[in-house]
């Protein structure tokens, strides 16, 4: 069965390994074509479409979006472009072939003043970009056997985009880290999420999902435990308040998720932080023994 990965990022990348490992044939795009993906625009329908009619695959699961919080805030139109506009093209093209859609969607698309959402529980989008994810969901939901999964993942990004690389290059750096005590969220780390994906592409499961970790932490408490397992100086990690942070735009100061009903379908093992970092204890250390700065002979 052949897979088609939307947006071959960070998650993206792991989601094709995880597929490949397990027998199924993938094919992944970038908006712009490398020697690992193809090239695709999903404001374009037309190219998805001469994309899907090319390579026929059995599912699509969605990766791309447009997510740097504060630049949207100001920049509304890269929100909609990609998260709405894109979003839909996907979902009436995999609907006209009868593709299944796995739409990757957040854990931002709640207003905070609760905790422990469930798949039940009403959205409240408090800026551009999680509003623009909420817009998107709307137009997965309209098509049949699609399924639109929540979630906020950790991992080593090797592009160093993303929250744990910015963890570790500060304490490498000896930088100060501003660490959210009133701030909490439910991760996964992205080979379970990776694995989970892959899991949920043939069960008979629609809709929306929430896959989390099984337990809430704060952003402080997350970069503690970093830390102090890589034996760091962890006078560096300050404990702060959200509101004292000077973001442009608001952010949900509680995003964690129920998982219980993605408990009850899945199999795959969710991994606790603590699990995740014996797991990944060299790559961990490796990481942070790599050089600082890189000079260019000459």
């Known amino acids: ?117 469930s798949e039940e529980d009403v959205t409240n989008p408090l800026n551009v970009y999680a509003n623009s994810k909420v817009l998107g969901e709307a137009e997965v939901k309209k098509i049949e056997n699609s399924l639109i999964i929540r979630t906020n993942f950790y991992g080593i990004d090797e592009d160093g985009k993303y929250f744990l690389n910015w963890i570790l290059d500060s304490l490498k750096k000896g930088k100060k880290i501003n660490g959210f005590t009133n701030v909490f969220f439910s991760p996964l780390d992205i080979h379970s999420l990776s694995k989970i994906i892959i899991e949920l592409l043939t069960k008979k499961v629609s809709g929306t999902l929430h896959l989390s970790s099984c337990k809430s932490i704060s952003k402080f408490e997350f970069i503690l435990k970093i830390s102090n397992f890589l034996k760091m100086d962890s006078i560096m990690i300050l404990p702060i308040n959200y509101d004292e942070s000077m973001f442009k735009s608001k952010r949900p100061k509680n995003t964690t998720l129920d998982n219980k009903k993605s408990l009850e379908i899945i199999k795959t093992h969710i991994m606790t932080i603590d699990e995740w970092l014996k797991k990944n204890r060299s790559e961990l250390f490796a990481y942070m023994e790599k050089p600082k700065y890189f000079v260019k002979n000459g």
């Not at 989601?15 to 199924?24: H, L, M, P, T």
């Not at 999903?42 to 059995?58: A, C, G, Q, V, Y």
């Not at 990766?63 to 100001?74: P, R, W």
């Open 1 to 117: 069965m052949k897979i088609a990965i939307i947006g071959k990022g960070f998650l993206g990348t792991c989601i094709e390994k995880e597929a490949i490992k397990q027998g199924f044939t993938v094919v992944a795009t970038k908006t712009r074509r490398n020697k690992n993906s193809e090239e695709l625009d999903i404001t374009k329908i037309k190219e998805i479409e001469n994309f899907l009619s090319k390579h026929d695959p059995k599912f699509v699961i969605n990766c791309a979006a447009s997510t740097n919080i504060d630049f949207l805030e100001e920049h509304e139109e890269d929100a909609v472009k990609v998260n709405i506009t894109g979003v839909k093209n996907l979902a009436i093209s995999c609907s006209q072939k009868k593709i299944r859609l796995i739409h990757i969607s957040t854990d931002s698309v709640f207003d905070g003043k609760n905790k422990n959402y």
